[in-house]
Every structure is written in C-alpha cells, then in structure tokens.
C-alpha cells in the first residue's frame, strides 16, 4: 500500500489508520504548496486533485477520506478498527461524513483556503470568520451529541476516532480554539496512542 500525504492535512487521519494497522507500506508525499496535486502525475494517481489517496497495492488507488478509512477497517478485520455490527458500523460512517463533508470544508478549508469560498481578496476575512464560527458550531453538535466514552463509539477505538482527531489537531494547532469537554480529552487520548505519536513523527509535527 502507498499512501499519498501531505504533511498535517487530513491524509493524516489516513495515516493513524495505517500505523494503527502495522502492515507495511509506503508514504508519498504530495507537495500541496506548491501545486503538486494539479500536475500530470499525480493526477493520474487521483484526478480529483487531492489528499488522501491511497494505493492499495493491487493496481487501484482509493480517494475520499471515509471510503479510504472503510476499506482499511474492512479489509484488516484483526485490526479491529471498524465495528462489526450494523448499528456500529452506520454511526461510524455518519462520524467520518460528518467530519469529512461537513466540519472539514466549511469549517476549517474556509479558514485555511478563503480563495476557494470567495470571489476577491478583499472577502477572505469574511470567509476565515465564518469558518471559525462554523468550527465551532460543529464541535458543539459532537459534544452535545457524544455517546461515546473515551472514543467516539461506545463500542471502543474505530476509524472515527482518526477522522475526528484530524479537525481536533488542526482546531488546536492551527486555528487557536478551545475544544469542548468531550473533544478535549478525546485529543487527549489520541495523542497518548503510539500510533497516533509516530505518524506525528513522520510527519515532522508537534504533540
Ligand atoms: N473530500 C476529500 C477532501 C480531501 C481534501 O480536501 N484534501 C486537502 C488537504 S486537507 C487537499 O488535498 N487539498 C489540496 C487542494 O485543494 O488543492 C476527502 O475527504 O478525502
């Protein structure tokens, strides 16, 4: 497997999932800075101009955050990051679309990439505030909705927690906020795992 990546984007949510697995694979770095992601190569790889995507070592390449997370759960059952269960599997998939669909574009790539929202320089403040308010707003329907313990699912560590814990690191790291109670110690918790503290690593981030 090969996953493509860019140091502290959401590839890294992929990239705990990896590290939570322990099977080998490789790391490709995309330079997403410097426009990597729109020339020929890696658009072979994925059209859609993005990270993750990730190589799954039988000639086809997986792109979109939650499809990624799934395969991986699904295909390495032992690593028992996806719930088993209807029920549990279904609240998973609605964690990670959350996340993915919603609190990642229009709470956080509106702060980081206004361009992308707004017709003239002169209205990206307007789109960072936003994105602020809606960070905000996202993490206050989690907290006020956590049925979880320590991890998002009741029934123990999944995929979700990887998906969740992208927006947390970038909430804290990036856009100064405060996480709600629940968020809190789930980044907390995150942060403890081995997992989580290697990818850090490989990626040349902070705690
Ligand atoms: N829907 C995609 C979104 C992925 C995404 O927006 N990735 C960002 C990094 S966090 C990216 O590659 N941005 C490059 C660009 O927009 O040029 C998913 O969930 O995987």
Redesign the pocket.
Known sequence: MKLYY?PG???IGIHVILEEIGKPYELSF?A?KEGA??KPEYLAVNP?????ALDRGDGKVL????V?AFWLGKSNPEAKLLPTDPEGETRCLEMMDYV??TV??HGF?RQF?PA?FTFSEADHPKSVELGKQNAAKYFDTIEKNWTGGTWVLPSGYSVADAALFFVEYWATRRSGMTLPPHLDAHLKAMLARPAVQRTLTQEGLAL
């Not at 859609?48 to 993750?52: A, E, L, N, R």
């Not at 792109?63 to 939650?66: A, K, M, N, Q, R």
Request: proline share 12%.
């Open positions: 860019s984007a959401c590839s995309v997403l992601q729109h859609k101009s993005k990270v993750p792109t979109e955050f939650p990624i993915c669909g990642h574009p790539t990439r992308n």
